[in-house]
């Protein structure tokens, strides 16, 4: 217990270099709020969006955040349910990467109101048989039990951790005592703790298929070409599962390196983390063979266009960079060993994580292109999506706050759970000895 509570809260606490990227992330943030304000002066005209494709960065962030906010669900509660003892390191990363997504995906919602002003209304006057309002209900649900999930393990920590952290600011020390709340290390403590546990592990399953089953529900319950589909649900689920990976993989990186965590972030677990990765890139390629297959093999006749835009139109390039990028390429390149190292292991999750964003805009702006009704007398701009500079700043302050509530978690409290670590290695040992 010791070694491993020193080794992670040295690292604790406010540093010149975590003050200067936060720095530059609030310069960075401020500007991008300017331009919001600028969209809600102006309304929606400033984006790139218009009555034809109605759809653009906004929903398409949305969609991306709900996806990659489940790796919480697949790494702390599938595989710590089924006794894979090697995810402990791993798991509080994965749940701050799941309440900064999860959260930050209703403030993109928001950015896509042209009157934000009326967003309790969907809360006041919604009807249960919207999607829409099964969505905010999945989303406010995942993200609540996200947060406890994150919070309750680190209790344990806060109150190993009050009485080590005398190099960092009073303010924090403070933080700490109130948040640990009087946990003394008692017997019957930890069995409350691993009992609540154990129920928000269960209990978060079906909510996390749920909040992107319903997403996915969003584009399926419309006729359109290219979201008219009955395997959505899963779909979206396996492939909100691979950006997940790549967003663990990626702070992995970050916290190991810059945080000298090599003891608890080991080879070992990049490794296994690739493996992972290719799983389910293999369930997700299988979902995206049958997602175009079927379509292409009819050819009917609203479904023919849109692929053939895919294929090799004029969303094409997008379309096999998506396709390349975020799936064949981890499948092919972790099957070396060579390939699941760290820094290759970053890059290609970089990658993946890049490639599934624009996976989203394939699923979004193409159908959305294409209508059902003749494109007559539309004006030429309605007719392509092009970003304009106030909606890209828009969807990067979302982002920019995302990554803000990362680094807060990751510097400011224990990022490796030392109670949980201490214990997995005091296991080994005895199993050692015997």
């Given at each position: 217990?010791?070694?491993?509570?020193?080794?992670?809260?040295?690292?604790?606490?406010?540093?010149?270099?975590?003050?200067?990227?936060?720095?530059?992330?609030?310069?960075?943030?401020?500007?991008?709020?300017?331009?919001?304000?600028?969209?809600?002066?102006?309304?929606?005209?400033?984006?790139?969006?218009?009555?034809?494709?109605?759809?653009?960065?906004?929903?398409?962030?949305?969609?991306?955040?709900?996806?990659?906010?489940?790796?919480?669900?697949l790494i702390s509660s599938v595989l710590g349910l089924l006794g894979y003892t090697w995810i402990?390191?791993?798991?509080?990363?994965?749940?701050?990467?799941?309440?900064?997504?999860?959260?930050?995906?209703?403030?993109?919602?928001?950015?896509?109101?042209?009157?934000?002003?009326?967003?309790?209304?969907?809360?006041?006057?919604?009807?249960?048989?919207?999607?829409?309002?099964?969505?905010?209900?999945?989303?406010?649900?995942?993200?609540?039990?996200?947060l406890l999930l994150y919070f309750l393990p680190l209790i344990p920590d806060l109150a190993i951790?009050?009485?080590?952290?005398?190099?960092?600011?009073?303010?924090?020390?403070?933080?700490?005592?109130?948040?640990?709340?009087?946990?003394?290390?008692?017997?019957?403590?930890?069995?409350?703790?691993?009992?609540?546990?154990?129920?928000?592990?269960?209990?978060?399953?079906?909510?996390?298929?749920?909040?992107?089953?319903?997403?996915?529900?969003?584009?399926?319950?419309?006729?359109?070409?290219?979201?008219?589909?009955?395997?959505?649900?899963?779909?979206?689920?396996?492939?909100?599962?691979?950006?997940?990976?790549?967003?663990?993989?990626?702070?992995?990186?970050?916290?190991?390196?810059?945080?000298?965590?090599?003891?608890?972030?080991?080879?070992?677990?990049?490794?296994?983390?690739?493996?992972?990765?290719?799983?389910?890139?293999?369930?997700?390629?299988?979902?995206?063979?049958?997602?175009?297959?079927?379509?292409?093999?009819?050819?009917?006749?609203?479904?023919?266009?849109?692929?053939?835009?895919?294929?090799?139109?004029?969303?094409?390039?997008?379309?096999?960079?998506?396709?390349?990028?975020?799936?064949?390429?981890?499948?092919?390149?972790?099957?070396?060993?060579?390939?699941?190292?760290?820094?290759?292991?970053?890059?290609?999750?970089?990658?993946?994580?890049?490639?599934?964003?624009?996976?989203?805009?394939?699923?979004?702006?193409p159908a959305l292109a294409d209508p059902y009704l003749p494109k007559q007398y539309y004006p030429?701009?309605?007719?392509?999506?092009?970003?304009?500079?106030?909606?890209?700043?828009?969807?990067?302050?979302?982002?920019?706050?995302?990554?803000?509530?990362?680094?807060?978690?990751?510097?400011?409290?224990?990022?490796?759970?030392?109670?949980?670590?201490?214990?997995?290695?005091?296991?080994?040992?005895?199993?050692?000895?015997?």
């Amino acid at each position: 217990m010791e070694s491993v509570a020193t080794d992670v809260l040295k690292q604790v606490g406010f540093t010149r270099n975590f003050n200067l990227w936060m720095g530059f992330l609030t310069v960075a943030l401020i500007v991008c709020l300017y331009a919001y304000t600028i969209q809600l002066k102006k309304g929606l005209s400033v984006t790139g969006m218009g009555d034809l494709i109605s759809w653009g960065m906004y929903i398409v962030t949305f969609v991306f955040f709900v996806a990659a906010s489940l790796v919480g669900m697949l790494i702390s509660s599938v595989l710590g349910l089924l006794g894979y003892t090697w995810i402990k390191p791993v798991g509080r990363i994965a749940e701050i990467i799941a309440v900064a997504f999860a959260a930050l995906s209703g403030v993109v919602i928001v950015s896509d109101m042209g009157r934000p002003e009326r967003l309790p209304f969907v809360f006041m006057f919604g009807r249960i048989q919207s999607p829409i309002v099964w969505d905010i209900t999945v989303v406010i649900t995942y993200l609540v039990i996200s947060l406890l999930l994150y919070f309750l393990p680190l209790i344990p920590d806060l109150a190993i951790s009050k009485g080590r952290i005398g190099h960092t600011p009073k303010l924090l020390q403070k933080i700490y005592e109130i948040l640990s709340i009087r946990w003394n290390h008692t017997p019957q403590q930890f069995r409350i703790l691993l009992r609540s546990i154990r129920i928000l592990l269960i209990l978060i399953i079906p909510n996390a298929f749920a909040i992107h089953t319903v997403t996915s529900w969003l584009f399926a319950v419309n006729p359109r070409s290219g979201w008219n589909s009955t395997i959505f649900g899963p779909y979206f689920v396996t492939g909100a599962f691979v950006v997940g990976v790549a967003a663990v993989i990626i702070l992995m990186y970050v916290v190991r390196k810059t945080m000298d965590m090599r003891k608890y972030l080991t080879d070992d677990h990049f490794d296994k983390m690739a493996r992972l990765m290719v799983v389910i890139s293999l369930i997700y390629l299988y979902f995206n063979i049958n997602e175009f297959l079927v379509p292409g093999y009819k050819m009917e006749k609203f479904d023919a266009p849109h692929i053939h835009d895919l294929f090799t139109g004029k969303f094409a390039a997008v379309f096999w960079f998506a396709q390349i990028g975020g799936i064949i390429l981890p499948i092919v390149a972790f099957l070396f060993r060579k390939m699941r190292r760290p820094l290759p292991m970053l890059i290609i999750a970089i990658i993946v994580f890049i490639a599934s964003w624009y996976k989203r805009l394939i699923i979004v702006i193409p159908a959305l292109a294409d209508p059902y009704l003749p494109k007559q007398y539309y004006p030429v701009q309605w007719l392509s999506y092009k970003p304009t500079l106030i909606e890209t700043a828009i969807t990067m302050a979302s982002f920019i706050i995302a990554l803000m509530i990362i680094s807060v978690l990751v510097k400011l409290f224990p990022v490796i759970p030392i109670w949980e670590v201490a214990e997995e290695r005091k296991r080994k040992e005895d199993e050692n000895k015997q």
